[in-house]
Protein backbone atom coordinates (compact mmCIF):
# COMPACT_ATOMS: atom_id res chain seq x y z
CA UNK A 1 0.00 0.00 0.00
CA UNK A 2 1.14 3.33 -0.94
CA UNK A 3 1.92 5.87 2.39
CA UNK A 4 1.12 9.71 1.67
CA UNK A 5 4.35 11.43 2.55
CA UNK A 6 3.23 13.62 5.37
CA UNK A 7 5.16 16.82 6.11
CA UNK A 8 5.28 18.11 9.78
CA UNK A 9 6.48 21.83 10.50
CA UNK A 10 6.83 22.68 13.77
CA UNK A 11 6.85 26.48 14.84
CA UNK A 12 7.49 28.35 17.97
CA UNK A 13 10.16 29.30 20.67
CA UNK A 14 13.64 27.50 22.21
CA UNK A 15 11.02 24.99 23.66
CA UNK A 16 10.65 23.78 20.27
CA UNK A 17 13.96 24.36 19.80
CA UNK A 18 14.37 22.10 22.65
CA UNK A 19 17.13 24.54 24.47
CA UNK A 20 18.84 22.62 27.31
CA UNK A 21 18.44 19.20 26.08
CA UNK A 22 22.04 18.15 25.69
CA UNK A 23 21.18 15.64 23.33
CA UNK A 24 19.59 18.22 21.01
CA UNK A 25 16.79 16.12 20.31
CA UNK A 26 13.88 18.12 22.54
CA UNK A 27 10.32 16.99 22.48
CA UNK A 28 9.90 17.46 18.81
CA UNK A 29 12.71 14.68 18.16
CA UNK A 30 11.47 12.41 20.76
CA UNK A 31 7.70 12.49 19.72
CA UNK A 32 8.39 12.07 15.88
CA UNK A 33 11.00 8.90 17.04
CA UNK A 34 7.78 7.44 18.84
CA UNK A 35 5.33 8.23 15.75
CA UNK A 36 7.18 6.61 13.22
CA UNK A 37 7.61 4.01 15.48
CA UNK A 38 3.71 3.60 15.79
CA UNK A 39 2.33 4.52 12.61
CA UNK A 40 2.73 3.09 9.12
CA UNK A 41 3.72 6.87 7.61
CA UNK A 42 6.27 8.35 5.42
CA UNK A 43 6.87 11.27 7.89
CA UNK A 44 9.57 14.62 7.49
CA UNK A 45 9.69 16.99 10.17
CA UNK A 46 10.67 20.63 10.52
CA UNK A 47 11.60 21.54 13.95
CA UNK A 48 11.27 25.30 13.06
CA UNK A 49 11.68 26.84 16.67
CA UNK A 50 13.81 30.19 17.44
CA UNK A 51 14.82 30.99 20.49
CA UNK A 52 13.15 34.18 22.17
CA UNK A 53 10.48 34.07 19.44
CA UNK A 54 7.13 35.44 20.79
CA UNK A 55 4.01 34.81 19.15
CA UNK A 56 4.25 38.06 17.27
CA UNK A 57 7.78 36.77 15.79
CA UNK A 58 5.72 33.71 14.43
CA UNK A 59 3.27 35.05 12.79
CA UNK A 60 5.60 37.18 11.03
CA UNK A 61 7.46 34.58 9.57
CA UNK A 62 5.53 31.19 9.43
CA UNK A 63 3.94 31.27 6.66
CA UNK A 64 7.10 31.92 3.81
CA UNK A 65 8.52 28.77 6.17
CA UNK A 66 5.84 26.78 5.68
CA UNK A 67 5.32 27.24 1.91
CA UNK A 68 8.88 25.85 1.65
CA UNK A 69 8.27 22.90 2.92
CA UNK A 70 4.89 21.96 2.78
CA UNK A 71 4.50 21.15 -1.38
CA UNK A 72 0.57 20.17 -2.23
CA UNK A 73 1.16 16.43 -2.96
CA UNK A 74 1.61 15.65 0.31
CA UNK A 75 -0.36 15.72 3.73
CA UNK A 76 0.69 18.70 5.23
CA UNK A 77 0.61 19.33 8.86
CA UNK A 78 1.70 22.12 11.26
CA UNK A 79 2.42 22.60 14.92
CA UNK A 80 2.68 26.03 16.62
CA UNK A 81 3.44 26.35 20.20
CA UNK A 82 5.14 29.72 21.99
CA UNK A 83 3.59 31.63 24.54
CA UNK A 84 6.53 31.87 27.57
CA UNK A 85 8.05 34.72 25.77
CA UNK A 86 4.82 36.70 25.28
CA UNK A 87 4.63 36.94 29.11
CA UNK A 88 8.11 37.84 29.08
CA UNK A 89 8.21 41.22 31.18
CA UNK A 90 10.89 43.63 29.06
CA UNK A 91 11.20 47.43 30.86
CA UNK A 92 8.66 46.41 32.99
CA UNK A 93 5.74 45.62 30.13
CA UNK A 94 5.07 42.15 28.50
CA UNK A 95 6.48 41.87 25.21
CA UNK A 96 3.31 40.88 23.78
CA UNK A 97 0.26 41.72 25.42
CA UNK A 98 -2.36 38.87 25.80
CA UNK A 99 -5.10 40.31 23.07
CA UNK A 100 -1.91 40.16 20.67
CA UNK A 101 -1.32 36.76 21.78
CA UNK A 102 -4.48 35.42 20.73
CA UNK A 103 -4.99 37.47 17.34
CA UNK A 104 -1.37 35.89 16.10
CA UNK A 105 -3.12 32.40 17.04
CA UNK A 106 -5.85 33.03 15.71
CA UNK A 107 -4.66 34.50 12.26
CA UNK A 108 -1.98 31.16 12.04
CA UNK A 109 -5.13 29.03 12.18
CA UNK A 110 -7.48 30.81 9.87
CA UNK A 111 -4.06 30.59 7.31
CA UNK A 112 -3.54 27.80 7.66
CA UNK A 113 -6.93 26.16 7.03
CA UNK A 114 -7.13 29.05 4.03
CA UNK A 115 -3.98 26.64 2.71
CA UNK A 116 -5.93 23.14 3.86
CA UNK A 117 -2.53 22.74 6.65
CA UNK A 118 -4.31 20.43 9.38
CA UNK A 119 -2.73 22.43 12.79
CA UNK A 120 -2.21 21.63 16.03
CA UNK A 121 -1.01 23.68 19.12
CA UNK A 122 1.16 22.69 22.25
CA UNK A 123 0.47 25.17 24.98
CA UNK A 124 3.32 27.16 26.81
CA UNK A 125 4.95 25.54 29.75
CA UNK A 126 5.48 26.79 33.07
CA UNK A 127 9.02 27.92 33.91
CA UNK A 128 10.84 28.50 37.53
CA UNK A 129 9.23 31.63 38.16
CA UNK A 130 5.98 31.89 39.75
CA UNK A 131 4.91 35.47 38.76
CA UNK A 132 5.26 35.01 34.88
CA UNK A 133 4.09 31.59 35.21
CA UNK A 134 0.46 33.39 36.39
CA UNK A 135 0.58 35.28 33.38
CA UNK A 136 1.43 32.14 31.22
CA UNK A 137 -1.44 30.02 32.86
CA UNK A 138 -3.61 33.00 32.22
CA UNK A 139 -2.44 32.62 28.90
CA UNK A 140 -2.83 29.03 28.07
CA UNK A 141 -6.42 29.68 29.22
CA UNK A 142 -6.90 31.85 26.46
CA UNK A 143 -5.18 29.96 23.83
CA UNK A 144 -7.33 26.92 24.77
CA UNK A 145 -10.55 28.80 24.37
CA UNK A 146 -9.98 30.19 20.87
CA UNK A 147 -8.74 26.64 20.01
CA UNK A 148 -12.00 25.25 20.81
CA UNK A 149 -13.32 27.92 18.61
CA UNK A 150 -11.60 27.04 15.76
CA UNK A 151 -11.72 23.22 16.17
CA UNK A 152 -8.03 23.40 16.70
CA UNK A 153 -6.61 20.44 19.22
CA UNK A 154 -5.27 22.09 21.69
CA UNK A 155 -2.49 19.83 24.52
CA UNK A 156 -2.29 21.83 27.67
CA UNK A 157 1.22 21.01 29.13
CA UNK A 158 1.07 24.31 31.53
CA UNK A 159 -0.59 22.18 34.60
CA UNK A 160 0.87 19.00 33.87
CA UNK A 161 4.25 20.13 34.29
CA UNK A 162 3.97 22.34 37.07
CA UNK A 163 4.84 21.22 40.54
CA UNK A 164 6.76 19.04 41.33
CA UNK A 165 7.96 17.49 38.28
CA UNK A 166 11.59 17.19 37.11
CA UNK A 167 10.89 19.82 34.09
CA UNK A 168 10.90 22.13 37.05
CA UNK A 169 13.60 21.26 39.32
CA UNK A 170 15.49 21.01 35.86
CA UNK A 171 14.45 24.60 34.64
CA UNK A 172 15.23 25.57 37.92
CA UNK A 173 19.22 24.13 38.54
CA UNK A 174 19.66 25.80 34.67
CA UNK A 175 18.69 29.19 33.57
CA UNK A 176 15.67 29.52 34.92
CA UNK A 177 13.34 28.37 32.15
CA UNK A 178 14.73 25.62 30.04
CA UNK A 179 14.65 22.23 31.48
CA UNK A 180 17.40 19.25 30.83
CA UNK A 181 17.13 15.52 29.17
CA UNK A 182 14.56 14.37 31.55
CA UNK A 183 12.10 17.55 31.23
CA UNK A 184 11.81 17.02 27.37
CA UNK A 185 11.46 13.51 27.64
CA UNK A 186 8.40 13.47 29.92
CA UNK A 187 6.45 16.51 28.02
CA UNK A 188 7.24 14.48 25.27
CA UNK A 189 5.43 11.60 26.89
CA UNK A 190 2.97 13.97 27.82
CA UNK A 191 1.88 15.00 23.87
CA UNK A 192 3.06 12.40 21.67
CA UNK A 193 0.06 9.96 21.39
CA UNK A 194 -2.58 13.11 20.86
CA UNK A 195 -0.14 14.11 18.08
CA UNK A 196 0.32 10.18 17.15
CA UNK A 197 -3.34 10.39 16.97
CA UNK A 198 -3.68 13.51 14.73
CA UNK A 199 -1.31 12.12 12.68
CA UNK A 200 -3.10 9.30 12.24
CA UNK A 201 -6.50 10.93 11.29
CA UNK A 202 -6.48 11.69 7.22
CA UNK A 203 -6.53 15.45 6.93
CA UNK A 204 -9.22 15.00 3.92
CA UNK A 205 -11.99 13.62 6.36
CA UNK A 206 -11.29 16.93 8.49
CA UNK A 207 -11.11 19.60 5.68
CA UNK A 208 -7.60 20.56 6.98
CA UNK A 209 -8.49 20.71 10.76
CA UNK A 210 -9.15 18.13 13.33
Not at 179 to 188: F, I, K, M, S
Amino acid sequence: MTVRPIRLCVFGDSFVAGVGDSTYRGWVGRVAEYVVGELPIDLTVYNLGVRRDTSSDVRARWKSEARARLPSECDNRVIVSFGVNDTTLQDGSRRVEPDESESNLAAILDLAASHGWTTLVVGPPPIADERQNVRTAALDERFAALCREHAAPYLHTFSRLSGETSWMREAAQGDGAHPGVQGYVDLAALVRSDIRDWLRTSADSVGGRV
